[in-house]
């Protein structure tokens, strides 16, 4: 069970990293039971045209639909503009010889559904839905498809549903990022409440140890009292040790809330930290190559750290530059590369040291060798981390 939970696990970041890589804020079941559907739906259509169509167009029409499907088990790549047209393309072939009732005009549903909910530009919705409506009317015009209005009216349906995944996904994105927000002011707020404690209690307990030590002083100096003295030094000694012991805790539960509250990103965490800064406006494209569980948590976390800071020098001093970031996790270890163009005004002010010092003191933390710099009419920033997890 532990190896079958781990081979699903790992299915489901790829799948999860090509969604994100794609430009696609969809969970990673929502990609594979659309193409299930899709699926489902082009057997049943060939099963129903298994007499009237010859073998060509059949295994032509099965071939468009699981094309995208095998491209990206090659690639890693998922592409919704190739898994459309081939939707359309398969619809198309097979209402080449409509039947009653038939299940082809639903792959149109599936593209004007998955138009709406993933493409980012008006006429690209318009266009796909503009497309499966046509070959609708084409087919029943020309090859006699009964129900033409019905299966129009359906794309239509499609589409809305698709617009609404869209909506929802985008307000669901949005409270995640007031969720995290309002987190993080709470752990800040929490901080600042702890701190203030910490200072009233060492603020206090000093006070009184200084009063009883005071208090020794001139009983041993003015009274010759050992025993006054010996007194006074006792009740600074407990008030000490119980100062420490409110100080232990109240640190401790100052250590202990950001551990409770969230896990620290990990090298898993890039692909999402990439999108975030897509979608935030920065052209940003990312590869990820090899297999991510062979990086270690704290190399993991450095190499996060190091991605989110170049990120953050590229808006800060190449704004409206392309960047490219490019992991490769092997098992000699990892190696990450930022890269992105280097305008003159950039390379004038490329020695200012905008957060350099940072990721090469992360960077020595893991044993890593770090490079940045200009390279070219590129800033490069390179980190190889060897001896990667096996």
Partial sequence: MPVLEILVDRFRARVQVSLTRAGLSLPWWGALCASAVSFVFTTVALVQRDALLPPQPIALAGLVVIAPSLIWTIT?????????????????????????????????????????????????????????EAVLVVAGIWGGLVGVPVYMVSILLGLSGGLMVRWYTRVLDAERVNRDASRDKALLAERQRIAREVHDVVGHSLSIT????????????????????????????????????????????????????????????????????????????????????????SEGLGLYRIVQESLVN?????????????LNAGRSGAKLVVSNPLPAAARRTSEDGSGLAGMAVRAAQLGARLSAGPSGKQWVVEVTVPGAKP
């Avoid at 012991?245 to 990439?274: K, N």
């Avoid at 590229?314 to 490019?326: I, L, N, Q, S």
């Fill in 76 to 132: 890693d790549w998922i592409m919704p503009w190739v898994r459309m047209t081939a939707l359309i393309t398969a619809a198309s072939i097979l209402l080449l010889q409509p039947v009653l009732p038939d299940f082809a005009p639903l792959l149109l549903l599936v593209a004007a559904t998955e138009a709406g909910s993933v493409l980012r530009t008006t006429w690209g919705i318009v266009l796909v839905t503009g497309a499966g």
């Fill in 210 to 297: 200084l009063l009883h030590l005071t208090g020794a002083r001139r009983a041993l100096q003015q009274d010759r009292d050992v025993d006054e003295a010996i007194e006074a030094l006792t009740e600074a000694e407990q008030v000490g040790r119980a100062a420490m012991a409110d100080i232990r805790r109240t640190v401790g539960l100052l250590a202990d809330t950001p551990s409770g509250s969230t896990p620290l990103p990990g090298v898993e965490d890039i692909a999402t930290l990439v999108e975030r800064t897509r979608v935030a406006g920065l052209a940003v494209r990312y590869t990820q190559e090899g297999d991510l569980g062979r990086v270690g948590a």
């Fill in 314 to 326: 590229v808006v800060k001093h190449a704004p409206g530059a392309t960047a490219e970031v490019r």
